[in-house]
């Protein structure tokens, strides 16, 4: 992946706003590029979890 491909990402991302999926605040794009997303104080969530709610893999 480009840093060119990484800022369009970037801006797609930046505009979803969902309880469900985590925020993105920003990107470094210099070398080490940096992806600097929200705090999820109660960590990722377990992929059986996931399976659960969506048995058809429609996360």
């Known amino acids: 992946m480009t840093v060119l491909d990484t ?3 970037a801006v797609t991302m930046r505009q979803f706003d969902h309880p469900h999926i985590v925020k993105l605040i920003g990107v470094i794009t210099e070398n080490p590029v ?16 996931l399976l659960h709610l969506h048995p058809q893999g429609s996360v």
């Not at 940096?34 to 979890?49: A, D, N, S, Y």
Request: glycine share 6%; aromatic share 10%.
């Open 34 to 49: 940096w992806i600097i997303m929200e705090l999820c104080t109660l960590g990722e969530v377990p992929t059986p979890h």
């Open 7 to 9: 800022c369009f990402s």
